[in-house]
């Protein structure tokens, strides 16, 4: 069993670019694929980046993803921050034992 | 268009059983497998049960383990999640999500259904 930790929120401009990080804490980052969800107030969870780096179709390119394996993290990016991006954001992975693992979400706000 | 609709939840007291359903369309739903995550309130997302196409394989969280049954009925494109022995920490809005990505995550989701345990 491995944790997923996120930063418990970030706060930006609009038009700004923000980061954020999801740490594995035992096991390979890149052993498994990460997958970010993006989850607005009241609504439930989208994906936004699967695979690591890939976008669903319908996502704008602002969003993108990234695994970095010397810290053993995966990172989603939003370039162009904007209102309507103001929501809750998760990382996921997957474990052999406890199948899906989230992580501990990040609230992004945008001032 | 993907649709999963979650139904069947409500407040029930603590011991109680409850049987919530989740009603797909859109796609085959017999060739993908299928999952329930929840989330309680003001907390984060946590994985509770799936099961793969033709329930050849099924899984659950070690919180659930023993007191969940997740079923599906691919005739009707239907999930379902029994929960028996309910307890408070079970309190949570329920949704239904789709495997996707060759199993590594959940590309499409359903609203949810709240589930409230309390005496």
């Known amino acids: 069993n491995f944790l997923l930790t996120q930063p418990h929120s970030v706060s930006e401009s609009p038009g700004k670019t923000i980061t954020i990080s999801c740490t594995r804490s035992?096991?390979?980052?890149?052993?498994?694929?990460v997958q970010w969800y993006q989850q607005r107030p009241g609504s439930a969870p989208t994906t936004v980046i699967y695979e690591d780096n890939q976008r669903p179709s319908g996502v704008p390119d602002r969003f993108s993803g990234s695994i970095d394996s010397s810290s053993n993290s995966a990172s989603l990016t939003i370039s162009g921050l904007r209102t309507e991006d103001e929501a809750d954001y998760y990382c996921q992975s997957y474990d052999t034992t406890n199948l899906y693992v989230f992580g501990t979400g990040t609230k992004v706000t945008v001032l | 268009e993907v649709q999963l609709v979650e139904s069947g939840g409500g407040l029930v007291k603590p011991g109680e059983s409850l049987r919530i359903s989740c009603a797909a369309s859109?796609?085959?739903?017999?060739?993908?497998?299928m999952n329930w995550v929840r989330q309680a309130p003001g907390k984060g997302l946590e994985w509770v049960s799936s099961?793969?196409?033709?329930?050849?394989?099924?899984y659950y969280a070690d919180s659930v383990k023993g007191r969940f049954i997740i079923s599906r009925d691919d005739a009707k494109n239907s999930l379902f999640l029994q929960m028996n022995s309910l307890r408070a920490e079970d309190t949570a809005v329920y949704y239904c999500?789709?495997?996707?990505?060759?199993?590594?995550?959940?590309?499409?989701w359903g609203q949810g259904t709240l589930i409230t345990v309390s005496s």
């Open positions: 999500a789709r495997g996707d990505y060759y199993g590594s995550g959940m590309g499409h």
């Open positions: 099961i793969s196409h033709s329930s050849s394989y099924i």
């Open positions: 859109g796609f085959t739903f017999s060739t993908y497998a």
């Open positions: 035992s096991g390979s980052i890149a052993s498994n694929y």
